[in-house]
């Protein structure tokens, strides 16, 4: 269902998905992403093919629509806060043999930069034993960058997946 909505969302709009060293891989693993724009999670799935993804998504910003991200199986929490229950819906997402895509800067990138990462995430990875690929979208900021956000432009989107850890 979530890479059916994400084709449809991506009609109309030029994008590549680049994929380098992910041959022969299969879920579980985790995805890593830098976060500029909302089309980053349509994105993500495109590269994910179809199989199942689990977005660990920020609460704070879908007030009024909970029930959508339950059923697409979103991973609700809110952000810079030490949550225990993100923590086993992780591990039971990874269990069951699904992607999980995260994206941990926890912030929209209005000009391109990335963020800080919290070593935290270095032991949430540890602790999985599962491969590790790193999303890095180039240019999603141009979309609709937050000085002309009513309007939205044609840039061409591009995605990079790369396996980092096995």
């Known amino acids: 269902l979530i890479w059916v909505l994400s084709k449809c969302a991506l009609i109309g709009k030029k994008y590549k998905v680049e994929k380098i060293g992910m041959e022969g891989l299969k879920p579980p693993y985790i995805m890593l992403s830098n976060h500029m724009h909302f089309i980053d999670f349509e994105l993500a799935a495109m590269g994910t093919g179809m199989h199942p993804i689990s977005n660990v998504v920020s609460i704070d910003g879908y ?95 591009h995605t990079t997946m790369t396996q980092i850890l096995t």
């Open 63 to 157: 007030v009024g629509k909970f029930f959508l991200l339950e059923w697409i199986g979103a991973i609700c929490t809110r952000k810079f806060t030490t949550d225990l229950h993100l923590v086993k819906s992780i591990n039971k997402v990874l269990k069951r043999g699904d992607v999980l895509s995260m994206y941990p800067e926890a912030r929209y990138s209005p000009c391109g930069t990335n963020s800080y990462m919290p070593e935290s995430l270095g032991k949430l990875i540890r602790m999985n034993k599962v491969p590790v690929v790193a999303v890095v979208h180039h240019g999603n900021h141009l979309l609709t960058p937050f000085w002309n956000y009513r309007k939205s432009r044609k840039v061409p989107l």
